[in-house]
């Protein structure tokens, strides 16, 4: 934790700097560490910041960095909950579940850096030290409610929140991602435990911010957009935080009372995979066809020569 904190005061001085670059005596000025140190916190700047340059003259970095502000979050975002922000956690989803009884309804944890982040199969979830905004929020159902489509639900919810704070064009990828175009900026996983009273779920997302690979290459090329892509002047980490936070509270407030059937309209229009081609493999059975939406459970339906075939979970391949 230690050396995350030098790490992001490093990044913070570089970002206020002229044009982001200090030299080395002014770094260690600044940091109040020796030598050694330094090139311990250089060598975690190199491998977490895209774009870092570190030489025997100058450390730089690409773009200013602007940190998650744990009190602007808690004020501007919607519904109930406290926020916390932390420097570096393994996960935040594994956070909460390991302490799930010490979180209420509605409290969201953020974290600069995850060393474990992870996704849905067990995917690890990577990226570049404030080029994303990581989050994890709790939340309690009654046991006897249906989870399986809350995932599309939040997804729903979170694309329509970010359209109307101006990044136009996002879809949601059944089961669980967010896309934009031809390329996945955001993925969400939720995670629960039954207790006695109730179910804790625990839903993190990873959102894509700013880029963190070669942006010199077309959209059409990259694996990964952001944020940044659709809407620069829009793209700000802390106003992307608030606007997360308050659409997965709402999602998971009307989901309680409503289901999903209270998002279900919408899906067409947000529907990624409508029309597409594609294979879903549940590890035991690979069904194929042309996706013509969802149920009203949330399952994929596919059609495949005018054979109807309903999937509840897997994963999506196109064809």
């Known amino acids: 934790m230690a050396r995350s904190v030098k790490l992001l005061n490093l990044v913070k001085h570089l970002s206020l700097a002229e044009n982001h670059s200090l030299t080395k005596k002014e770094c260690l000025e600044l940091l109040c560490v020796n030598e050694k140190e330094f090139e311990i916190i250089c060598s975690d700047l190199k491998s977490l910041v ?4 570190v030489n ?4 730089s970095i690409l773009r200013p960095y602007e ?11 919607k519904g109930k909950g406290r926020v916390c922000v932390l420097p570096e956690i393994d996960s935040t989803n594994s956070e909460i579940l390991r302490n799930i009884d010490s979180y209420t309804d509605g409290d969201a944890l953020l974290a600069e850096i995850q060393t474990q982040g992870r996704g849905r ?5 990577s990226g570049s030290l404030g080029c994303q905004v990581l989050l994890s929020c709790a939340a309690f159902f009654d046991r006897d409610i249906e989870l399986s489509a809350l995932p599309l639900a939040v997804g729903l919810n979170v694309a329509s929140e970010l359209e109307k704070a101006g990044f136009f064009g996002i879809k949601v990828k059944w089961p669980n991602d967010l896309y934009f175009k031809n390329a996945k900026i955001a993925g969400i996983l939720i995670e629960s435990v039954v207790r006695h009273e109730n179910v804790g779920a625990v839903i993190g997302i990873g959102m894509n911010v700013f880029p963190f690979e070669d942006g010199s290459l ?5 694996e990964i957009l952001t944020l940044a892509d659709i809407n620069p002047h829009k793209a700000h980490r802390n106003f992307v935080a608030y606007t997360l936070i308050s659409a997965i509270r709402q999602a998971c407030f009307v989901y309680k009372s409503d289901g999903f059937a209270a998002f279900k309209e919408k899906w067409p229009y947000y529907d990624y995979l409508l029309g597409k081609k594609i294979l879903v493999n549940d590890d035991v059975n690979k069904t194929s066809g042309i996706c013509i939406g969802i149920d009203e ?3 994929l339906l596919l059609n495949a020569d005018g054979t109807l075939h309903s999937v509840k979970a897997g994963h ?3 064809l």
């Not at 940190?67 to 975002?77: G, T």
């Not at 199969?121 to 979830?125: V, Y």
């Open 50 to 53: 895209f774009g870092a340059c």
């Open 56 to 59: 025997d003259e100058k450390i």
């Open 67 to 77: 940190p998650l502000d744990e009190d602007l979050l808690f004020r501007k975002s």
């Open 121 to 125: 199969r067990g995917r690890k979830w």
């Open 218 to 222: 077309a959209l059409q090329k990259r």
């Open 297 to 299: 459970n949330g399952a």
């Open 316 to 318: 999506v391949e196109f």
